[in-house]
C-alpha cells in the first residue's frame, strides 16, 4: 500500500514552460487535493476533486488546470510557468464516507523551481 | 468562515522541556480538530485527531484535547526530543462535503540537545 505518491520530486523549469505534476493514490479515497506551500505562508489549496470527473477552484487557482480521470490520479497542469509558482507542491487525498471524520492524506511533495 | 488560529514561531526548546503549542479556531458546525507534523523535506503526517468536544487525541507522547467551551486544541508533549523539531500543523474539518478542510498556519519548533 503505497498511499499517495507525486511524480516528480524535483523540477526545475523556465519561464513558459509547460509541466504536468502526477498524484497517485492507492487508498480509493474520492476526495483528491492539490496544494503549494511557500516559506512563511503555510498551505494554500490550489484545485480539489470530490470525484473521477470533477474538479473545482480552491484558494488559489489561478495559472493552474487539474483534471481527474481516474478516480486514482490528479493531475497539476502549468501552462507557462512563472518564477512566482516556484513552490512545493503537495497532493492529498481522503475518504468521502463521513468526511468531517477524517483526516487528508499526503504524498512527499514535489519541489519546483522557475528560473 | 472557519479558520485557525496558531501560535506564532519559531519556538525553540531544550532536548526534555515541556511543550505547549497553542491552537484556537472558529467554525460554525461541530469539527473534528486535527494535528499534523511536517519533518524537514517530508510531507504532513497525521500526529492526532480529535471528533468530539473532551476527546483527547495521543500519538508519540504528544497530546491534545477538544474543548469546545474555549474553540481549544492545544498541542502538548511533556518532554520533547531532538527529533520533535519540526512544523506542527492544526486544522479542522467541519462539514461533509466540498472543501472543508482548514489549516492554521504552522508552528516551527526546534528541539536543541
Known amino acids: 500500500n503505497a498511499g499517495v505518491t507525486q511524480t516528480p520530486k524535483f523540477r526545475v523549469l523556465k519561464t513558459g514552460q509547460s509541466m504536468t505534476l502526477l498524484c497517485a493514490q492507492d487508498?480509493?479515497?474520492?476526495?483528491m487535493y492539490w496544494y503549494r506551500q511557500d516559506p512563511g505562508m503555510g498551505l494554500r489549496l490550489i484545485h480539489y476533486s470530490v470525484g473521477e470527473g470533477t474538479t473545482a477552484k480552491g484558494e488559489v487557482p489561478d495559472g493552474y488546470n487539474v483534471s481527474r480521470l481516474k478516480k486514482q490520479n490528479f493531475l497539476l497542469g502549468l501552462e507557462s510557468a512563472a518564477p512566482s509558482q516556484t513552490s512545493v507542491y503537495f497532493c492529498?487525498?481522503?475518504?468521502?464516507?463521513?468526511?468531517?471524520?477524517?483526516?487528508?492524506?499526503f504524498g512527499p511533495g514535489t519541489r519546483l523551481t522557475v528560473l | 468562515g472557519d479558520s485557525v488560529t496558531q501560535m506564532e514561531g519559531p519556538v525553540t526548546l531544550s532536548e526534555e522541556a515541556f511543550l505547549t503549542i497553542n491552537c484556537t479556531y472558529t467554525a460554525t458546525g461541530y469539527p473534528s480538530l486535527f494535528w499534523y507534523v511536517q519533518y524537514p523535506g517530508e510531507g504532513l503526517q497525521l500526529l492526532l485527531k480529535?471528533?468530539?468536544?473532551?476527546d483527547k487525541g495521543s500519538n508519540k507522547g504528544f497530546e491534545a484535547t477538544y474543548r469546545k467551551e474555549t474553540t481549544s486544541f492545544h498541542l502538548e508533549k511533556g518532554s520533547v526530543q531532538v527529533s520533535d523539531s519540526a512544523v506542527y500543523f492544526c486544522a479542522l474539518s467541519d462539514r461533509d462535503y466540498g472543501q472543508n478542510f482548514v489549516f492554521g498556519p504552522g508552528t516551527r519548533l526546534s528541539v536543541l540537545p
Open positions: 487508498m480509493n479515497h474520492e476526495y
Open positions: 492529498a487525498s481522503r475518504l468521502e464516507r463521513a468526511q468531517r471524520y477524517n483526516e487528508q492524506f
Open positions: 480529535a471528533t468530539k468536544a473532551d
